[in-house]
C-alpha cells in the first residue's frame, strides 16, 4: 500500500496564481492564548515554540509582554532559544509596549491600532489622527531600537480602504516591515479578501500579512485567497484556537498550500503531535470532524469506500494520514460491506469462512443499530465468539 501521497488539485492553474514567496507567522501562543479561559504556563509555551520551529513556520508570535510578568520572562525565554524562527511579540502604539517588547530581545515588534469608525468613537474615544500619531510615534521609536516592526490595522476589514492606505502609506515612510491586514470580525470572504490585498498591494510595496478570524467560518479560505492575491506572511494558529470562532488553523493553511499550490516547504508530519499538544494544553477539545487533525480525518465506515481504500486508498483519501503524522482508521459498523469486513477481518489477524463472515456482517450491523459503537476489541470478541460456535 502507498505511504505517503496527496493529491494536487489541478483545477487552479485556470483560476488562480500560485502564490510566491509566503510565510508563517503562527499566533497560537499569543491570538491563540485569548481563546477564552485558555492559559499557556511557561513550560507549554516553550515546548510548543520548540514543535512550531520544528514545522519550520518563520515566525512565531511568542505573546503580549505587557499582559503580565511571568508572560514577559516567557517572550524573552522564547526569543533566547535560538530557534530557526524569528519571534514576534504583540505591542499597543504606546512607548512602554515597544519598551517590553525591546527587553524581551524578540526579532520583530507587532504593533497594532484600530481606525474603524466602531474603534475609534467606542474603544479609543480618540480620532484618527490621534491614534494614527501615536502610532508613527511607536513606530519610530521601535525602529530607532533596531526592531523589525509589523504595523497592524485591528478590524482592517471595516475600515475605509483610503483611510488604511494612507496610514500604510506613511507607516511606510517610517520604515515598517511589513503592514498587516487584520480581519479582527472575521467579516471576509474569499472574493474581499482578494480584493482587499489587491487593492492595498497597488500602492503599498510594504509585505503584506494577513491576519482571519474565524467567525464565518471562512478564516483559511479568506488566508488563501490572501495569499493568491499577493500577501505574503500568513497568520495561523494550531486547531484554529483563538478569539470567539478562532483564527485560521495551520493545520488547515499548511495542507491547503500544499495541495492547492505544491507548496512543501512545511515539516507537516509534526502536526498531528503539535495538534494533541495544544489540545492538551488549552483544554479546547478537537471536533471529531475537524480537517486535517479530528478524529475521523482518516476513519472510514461506508463499505464502498473502504473496499476501495483497501486497494488504494488514494481513491477516498486527499493525502495520507503519514503527511500529517497521523493514522488511518477502518471502523466496523452499520455502513460495512462485506469486502470492507474481510479486509479489517484479514487486518486484525483473522481469517473467516464465508458463512462466518455473513454472520459477523448480521451481529454488527444489529450491534452498532442499537448505537453500540464496535471497538477493535469489541470486534475481536464477536470474531472469537463466531469461531467457536
Ligand atoms: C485584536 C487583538 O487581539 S488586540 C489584543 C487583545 N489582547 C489583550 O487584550 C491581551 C490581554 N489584555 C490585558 O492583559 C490587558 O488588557 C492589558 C495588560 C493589555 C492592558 O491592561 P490595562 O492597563 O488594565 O488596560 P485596560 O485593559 O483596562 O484598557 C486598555 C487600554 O489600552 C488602550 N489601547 C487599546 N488598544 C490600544 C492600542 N492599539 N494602542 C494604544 N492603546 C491601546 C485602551 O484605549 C485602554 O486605554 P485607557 O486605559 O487609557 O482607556
Ligand atoms: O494583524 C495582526 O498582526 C494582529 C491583529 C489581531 O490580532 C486581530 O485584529 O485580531
Known amino acids: 500500500m502507498l505511504k505517503e501521497y496527496y493529491s494536487r488539485n489541478e483545477l487552479i492553474k485556470f483560476v488562480s496564481n500560485t502564490p510566491k514567496d509566503i510565510e508563517i507567522c503562527d499566533v497560537t501562543l499569543r491570538d491563540g492564548e485569548q481563546t477564552p479561559g485558555v492559559v499557556f504556563t511557561r513550560e507549554e509555551k516553550i515546548a510548543l515554540a520548540r514543535e512550531l520551529d520544528e514545522v519550520g513556520v518563520e515566525i512565531i508570535e511568542a505573546g503580549f509582554p505587557v499582559v503580565s510578568a511571568a508572560e514577559k520572562d516567557t517572550v524573552k525565554e522564547i526569543a533566547g532559544m535560538g530557534l530557526d524562527a524569528r519571534t514576534c511579540c504583540l505591542s499597543r502604539a504606546l512607548i512602554a509596549d515597544v519598551d517590553s517588547a525591546i527587553d524581551c530581545n524578540v526579532d520583530m515588534v507587532s504593533i497594532f491600532i484600530a481606525m474603524s469608525d466602531l474603534h475609534l468613537k467606542h474603544k479609543y474615544h480618540k480620532s484618527c489622527k490621534e491614534i494614527t500619531d501615536c502610532a508613527f510615534n511607536t513606530i519610530e521609536y521601535a525602529k530607532d531600537h533596531g526592531l523589525s516592526v509589523r504595523f497592524a ?19 511606510e515612510d517610517y520604515g515598517v516591515d511589513y503592514v498587516s491586514i487584520a480581519d479582527t470580525i472575521g467579516i471576509l470572504n474569499p472574493s474581499t479578501a ?27 479560505a479568506n488566508t488563501l485567497a490572501a495569499a493568491e ?12 484556537i483563538g478569539e470567539r470562532a478562532g483564527n485560521a488553523a495551520l493545520e488547515e493553511v499548511l495542507l491547503s498550500l500544499m495541495v492547492q499550490y505544491g507548496i512543501e516547504k512545511y515539516n507537516t508530519r509534526n502536526i498531528k503531535k503539535i495538534s494533541d499538544l495544544v489540545q492538551k494544553y488549552s483544554n479546547v477539545q478537537v471536533a471529531a470532524n475537524k480537517a486535517i487533525v479530528g478524529k475521523n480525518a482518516f476513519s472510514h465506515e461506508s463499505g464502498i469506500h473502504v473496499m476501495a481504500i483497501l486497494e488504494d486508498p488514494r481513491t477516498y483519501e486527499l493525502f495520507s494520514p503519514e503527511i500529517v503524522g497521523g493514522k488511518r482508521n477502518l471502523i466496523a459498523g452499520k455502513h460495512t460491506g462485506m469486502k470492507a469486513l474481510k479486509g479489517i477481518v484479514k487486518d486484525i489477524g483473522y481469517s473467516l469462512e464465508e458463512e462466518e463472515l455473513n454472520l459477523l456482517i448480521e451481529r454488527v450491523k444489529n450491534c ?3 448505537k453500540k459503537g464496535i471497538s477493535r476489541n469489541r470486534l475481536e470478541d464477536i470474531i472469537k465468539g463466531i469461531k467457536k460456535v
Open 153 to 171: 490595522a485591528e478590524d482592517a476589514t471595516r475600515t475605509d480602504i483610503s483611510v488604511l492606505k494612507k496610514a500604510f502609506l506613511t507607516a
Open 194 to 220: 482578494y480584493y482587499l490585498v489587491t487593492e492595498i498591494k497597488k500602492e503599498i510595496h510594504t509585505p503584506v500579512c494577513i491576519h482571519c478570524h474565524n467567525d464565518l467560518g471562512l478564516a483559511t
Open 229 to 240: 492575491a499577493g500577501a505574503k506572511q500568513l497568520h495561523t494558529t494550531v486547531n484554529g
Open 368 to 370: 452498532t443499530e442499537a
